[in-house]
């Protein structure tokens, strides 16, 4: 279903707004996550948060910053959907893909979050007051990520009912 470029609707013109927030947010907190993990690696010449220096200490940050990472990927996913519905598909494909993967990439996030970031800090000597770390924000986010992987299953079965329905009339 082609959409008129003159005369949008308004789920297309939300779908542009939406997918322009998100290509600039996902800029802008890569952007602060990269800032804030080198500081904290001590390239800006400050001492590293964690032990060992160098190339050691931004190995660590990067594999500390491993779940929000996947929580970028996850909000370029949803820019994907938006993009694709932006389009004139928003029972397409790539809607249920992009759906899909942002629920992928939300629950791996969330259980790396909860269980490699606390065993990264203990395996580096470091203070941390649990091995894992269960904080309710991250749980909710998980259980999203799982909620987006069945909405996108109910997404691809309405756009196989849509086409059956088409092709009877």
């Known amino acids: 279903m082609a959409v008129n470029s003159r005369n949008p609707d308004r ?5 542009f707004r939406l997918r322009r927030f998100l290509t600039a947010l996902v800029l802008v907190l890569a952007t602060v996550i990269i800032a804030e993990r080198a500081t904290y690696a001590g390239v800006f010449g400050t001492a590293p948060a964690l032990a060992g220096s160098g190339n050691a200490a931004v190995a660590i940050q990067i594999l500390l910053s491993t779940p929000a990472m996947l929580y970028l990927a996850a909000l370029w996913y949803l820019r994907q959907a938006a993009a694709a519905a932006a389009s004139g598909g928003p029972f397409g494909t790539s809607v249920v893909k992009s759906l899909k ?13 909860l269980f490699a970031v606390p065993l990264i800090f203990s395996l580096g000597s470091e203070q941390h007051i649990r091995l894992i770390d269960h904080d309710v924000a991250t749980l909710i986010i998980a259980a999203i990520g799982l909620a987006l992987v069945f909405i996108g299953q109910l997404i691809d079965r309405a756009a196989k009912v849509e086409a059956e329905l088409e092709q009877m009339f």
């Open 101 to 113: 993967r942002v629920g992928f990439c939300l629950v791996g996030g969330s259980v790396l979050a």
């Open 11 to 15: 789920l297309t013109q939300f779908a």
